[in-house]
């Protein structure tokens, strides 16, 4: 998804990669054809995957710590500019145990967008330690505005559009991966 900005000192350039993709008429065939493949579940699971569930080729596993408890998902990793560019466009669909994490490798304040995005998403802003620093829920597809993180972060975890709401998850509450110190 090609919606982040940074810092004050990569502003401008920011706003270079931003009007270079906006300008693009049509992503790569094979990009395009790749983004709109459904991040479909072998079986949709009402609070995420399995505990004991095999995590499936080009994914991996994240946990999220909330007052309920912990809840597993699957996640696709963009940890390079064309990957967060591309984030998650084009899409039709995401399962509820399925999702996307953005990894920036050094914190930094991040604004994303919804352009060409068909489906609302939830976008957590994580800050280095694995806590949410904000959320923004139920995204509206397709819209330009940015949505700010609020503070630096480390990464950003897009979950199906009301899937924060479903188990609980708020600020102050806790994302275990590789990349988040002690995840």
């Known amino acids: ?65 909330t007052s309920s408890g912990r809840v597993r998902f699957f996640v696709e990793i963009a940890d390079d500019e064309p990957e967060r560019q591309l984030g998650l466009m084009y899409r039709k669909v995401m399962a509820p ?17 919804m352009k060409n995005t068909l489906i609302p998403l939830d976008i957590i802003y994580i800050q280095a330690n694995g806590t949410v620093l904000s959320i923004a829920r139920n995204t509206t597809p397709l819209s330009e505005a940015a949505i700010p993180s609020g503070g630096p972060i480390l990464g950003v975890l897009e979950l199906a559009g009301g899937r924060a709401a479903e188990i609980g998850l708020l600020p102050g ?11």
């Open 1 to 65: 998804m090609s919606r982040m900005t940074y810092g004050p000192r990569a502003a401008l350039a920011g706003a270079l990669a931003l009007f270079a993709v906006a300008c693009a008429a049509e992503p790569a065939p094979a990009a395009k054809q790749a983004a709109q493949a459904p991040m479909a579940a072998p079986t949709p699971v009402a609070h995420g995957a399995a505990p004991d569930a095999p995590v499936p080729a080009g994914f991996e596993a994240l946990e999220v710590i």
């Open 97 to 113: 145990d399925r999702g996307m994490l953005f990894d920036f490798h050094t914190p930094r304040e991040v604004a994303f967008w």
């Open 173 to 183: 509450d806790k994302v275990v991966h590789r990349i988040f110190k002690g995840g």
